[in-house]
């Protein structure tokens, strides 16, 4: 029984919540079977919940037994990665600098999640304060790889895509920003979604690129990122870079999914595919091909700038970090050195001995980035290659409805392969940067495995605000495969 | 002291906080001597996660500020962080405005003996307070945060103040300027308005000219300390210069404290450190569009600026320039005379019943002159009695006191407390022939022309009045009382 409930989908299990087929208790129950039998190994969870997620079911449980009605995630195990301020528990971001901060507040998708009654089990582990693509960086806890535990789950997100993929919760979320959500989904062979800059409320979400950064959903499928932006996005006056109703009102995502989208036009970047490898390339353009097989039309396109956001979003990402991180100084809550001999001491070496090597790194580059004399040659250059990355965006989808390539150059790499050279790890983002860079929305869709049975990730970029669909064009691509079904062998 | 023809130097910088509810970018109460830490959130204590938003109020209050100094208002504007470690500031970064502050090219008039003059103004903009260090716990600092986040303005002059008299007439004019605008009550004892001047000297010596050091003097709260700061380094300064000829270079500008007690600057940095604020635009908070609408609605609130209005009190309607002052202190009290005076009393006669008896009454209730229950209708009215001659200058003064607990009409009043004034000759006549009979040696004083004269003159008055139980109408019977005496 417990195996079975762990195959649902969240939309399925939420179906058979709300009618009183399974109980909450028991998908909640199932779950922590499974992370008490795997997590040790797999290492996706820095914290969970277990006795509160027990009684939060039952409660649950209780109302549905009563006859009242219930959310849209209702009674389902929900995981959240650890850069989101839970009022419970501790928000640590994977950093030793945080890793006994308790907020006192949530964060305005936590609220949200609580509201559409799902079961927050636990958070998870990412790449500290997200910076990062393996999760390597985590400052508190190694997590590897579902499909091969010698190799990375992917990052900053990886937690989540391992917690997802290991079938360890029923969908978390994640936040990226320059790929933290595509990329392992992508490496993990789950569903990510990215949504547009400014859909999902950031307040409570830990800044890193505070212009960047978006939360969203990792999921068994399409369908069910659907669901949970269903549940999260939307206007919040706490968050003034959110979109209001009126300039992008959110809808039903999930209300048309199943819609295929008629004279379907797809860009593709030929030059893009020169630096992916060959496995990788083979599978997203078997993908691509599949859709002209059913009838849409490719478009090849240029996007002149594309090759410019790794340079670019390296600069813009570390100079908003070296101001966002700047409050975690000892002083006022977090990590603060014993050895301190007077205040600037207290600063200097709380943020020696907390932060970890690529936090202190991306701090550098962006201290350097904004100093006076160097702002104009990096930081207002790079806002200017973003512009000119918008435009490309702009441009291409006023020619198509979504452009598609890949996410990552390579599947899941071996743990500690990259972590010498982090020129070498940057690189690897050259396909998910831009998109942040220019806002728009985003997807990773299982397409392929490679020889040694490694998930491959088809990204599929929409045109901003226009996740519903975004979500439309990756189900019609599940409606004909079963990449998205496949699981791990723990 | 050698004789040396010198020029002061002055260009200010005043914070001024906002008359708004709520802090800059959070919705926690702005509150004064509150418990420590009592006054925060998410948000104003820098926890990780939250995010400001703009205080519109604030903004507006500020537009409106820069638009009555004249101020070119930008179209576009934004926020940019302003980074330095400090423990009072909880992100370590101040929200701020850097390249494209809010308001830009203004003017302030101040009025020198010499007339107004003008002041440019450098620019107006918005900013987040830090919090307060508190150093009273033995070995250990403690951070209030309940002012962190406070919303202030901060207005930026061209170094066009050439003496201390000018610095403090400016800040005082400004101080006047906000509280007239509504924009800050400008309370100095609860920190509203903060000063730090910059000084130096323009030295004639040797047929040249030679500026000294610019010296910065740090958070000054109050008239007399800014007053007595920027005279003490002129001071200071050409001592230093004469001393060892020390001129401004670049690095050498130094910072100032003010020990309020010993009235002396305090050196704080010898030397202007490299501060590299690595300011760039906040990325939380989107940029402020002042489209024409808003602008026109923020704009209806303007107003005829203090120094205009006295101006006006004292060309048009004949008060003196230290009586138009007064008046034009506080907004209320201006329009309320201006109501009165337009509502057909007399200019000298309103100003007087507000200057000696409103304002003190206004005091003791804690509220402004038109706030006591007088419409500028009924004080016109008293007036008008008292220019008639119906009622005395004092019976005024009482019946505005009457005023403020009645609705009646002063009229209605004066009968009732029996102040009105007899001014019929005859009734009165005979008052004088009573007294004149009964006090045979005063009429003889009074006619004597000698010394005793003006007393015993006095003494025969105060008998009339006396007699008339304060009734008579003074002018009368002295008229009366000089034809019977025929002095
Ligand atoms: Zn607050």
Redesign the pocket.
Known sequence: MSEEILKLSCRELQRKIAKGEIKSSEAVSAVFTRIEKHDAQIGAFLSTFKQDALARAKEIDGKIAKGQSVGALAGVPIAVKDNMCTAFGATTCASKILENFHSPYNATVIDKLLAADAVIIGKTNLDEFAMGSSTENSGLKKTVNPWDKSRVPGGSSGGSAAAVAAQMCFAALGSDTGGSIRQPASLCGVAGLKPTYGRVSRYGLVAFGSSLDQIGPLTKDAADCALMLNVIAGHDEKDSTSVDEKTAPKCDYLAKIDEPVKGLKIAVVPELFQGADGEVVAAVKGAIELYKKSGAEIIEIKMPHFEYSVAAYYIIATAEASSNLARYDGVHYGYRTKKAGDYIEVYTKSRAEAFGPEVKRRIMIGTYALSSGYYDAYYLKALKVRNLIRSDFIAAFQKADCIMMPISPTTAFKIGEKMADPLQMYLLDVYTLAVNLAGVPGMSVPCGFDKNNLPIGLQIIGSTFQEEKLLRIAKMFENQTDFHKKKPQL | MTNVDYKIIVGLEIHVQMAVRT?MF???ELAFAAEPNSK??P??LGLPGALPVMNKKAVEFAILTATALGCKIAEFTKWDRKSYYYPDLPKNYQISQYDLPIGSNGFIEIPTKAGAKKIRIRRVHLEEDAGKNIHTAGPFSQVDLNRA?TPLMEIVTEPDLNSAEEVKMLAEELQRIVRFLGVSEADMQKGHMRFEPNVNLHIKKGGGEHKTPITEVKNLNSFKALEKSVAFEAQRQLDNFLESGEVMQSGNKKTFGWDDIKEVTVLQREKEEAHDYRYFPDPDLVPVVADKKWLKEINSKLCELPLKMQGRFVSGYGLSDYDAGVLTADKATAEFFDSSVKAGGDAKRVCNLITQKGLKIANEKNCKVSELGISPQRLAQLAKLADAGQISATSAVIIFEKMTESEDEPDKIAEKLNLIQKSDAGELEKIVDEVIAANAQAVEDAKSGDKKSKKAYGFLMGQVMQKSKGTANPQVVAKILAAKLKI
């Open positions: 802090k959070c919705g926690c925060v959130c948000v104003c986040g």
